[in-house]
């Protein structure tokens, strides 16, 4: 089982929906949680980030971590087509050498 | 936020020769880079962690005889793809770790190997 899991999609909704993106993880000592936005053959660039539990919010992007429930969320408002991406979470802990832990990325498209 | 960048941005090769990413931090110090690949519709590998000053530490299934990687100073890390093969023609990506809450990663690399 991997360690972050993330729905791969892919998901595809209309222009000014409220997207909703999620990744579970098993291991509890993730404290970091990032959310990466990719489009197609760019790397990948940091949208936000959360230290433990809390929500976040940076414009029409709100981060939101539940660490009880090991569960993360990326909610996208009034979704625009340069929305369309691929949206990664990643997340990691002060051991494991620094290296963050990815999840597969979900891919969306919104619609004009 | 920080910003990474990647040389060079595309890149075609013989089959045969070495080819060399550099991957620099432009406003900040990593102590801390690492190296990926992706090939298309499919999601990051990590290849090896590269630490300033000492030797890069290799995932397991990466030759670290065939991709080089050299930590010369806190800006800049390169990947060298030695006696490259059509097989290894994949998007190869470098992030830069700015303390814990950043991890920034580079426009990336996509090499093509004939």
């Known amino acids: 089982q991997k360690e972050v899991e993330q729905d791969p999609g892919p998901l595809s909704v209309p222009e000014g929906a409220i997207v909703s993106l999620n990744c579970t993880y098993s291991?509890?000592?993730?404290?970091?949680f990032m959310w990466y936005r990719q489009y197609s053959r760019k790397g990948p660039e940091l949208l936000m980030y959360t230290y433990s539990s809390g929500n976040k919010e940076d414009g029409r992007f709100t981060a939101q971590v539940d660490k009880s429930s090991k569960y993360i969320s990326l909610f996208i408002r009034d979704s625009q087509p340069s929305d369309s991406a691929t949206y990664l979470c990643a997340m990691w802990g002060n051991t494991n050498a620094g290296k963050s832990t990815f999840g597969d990325g979900t891919t969306l498209t919104v619609k004009p | 936020g920080a910003v990474v960048s990647q040389h060079p941005s595309r890149v075609i090769c013989k089959s045969g020769t070495s080819v060399k990413i550099e991957c620099r931090s432009l406003?900040?110090?990593?102590?801390?880079m690492f190296w990926y690949r992706q090939f298309p519709k499919q999601s990051l590998m990590l290849m090896a962690t590269s630490n300033e000053g000492s030797k890069a530490t290799y995932e397991q299934g990466v030759e670290k005889d065939k991709f080089l990687i050299n930590h010369a100073s806190l800006t800049l890390s390169t990947l060298t793809v030695t006696s490259a093969h059509p097989e290894d023609s994949s998007f190869y990506i470098c992030?830069?770790?700015?303390?814990?809450?950043?991890?920034?990663f580079g426009p990336g690399t996509r090499l093509t190997v004939t």
């Open positions: 291991n509890s000592a993730f404290q970091y």
């Open positions: 406003d900040f110090q990593a102590t801390t």
């Open positions: 992030s830069a770790r700015d303390g814990p809450d950043g991890q920034y």
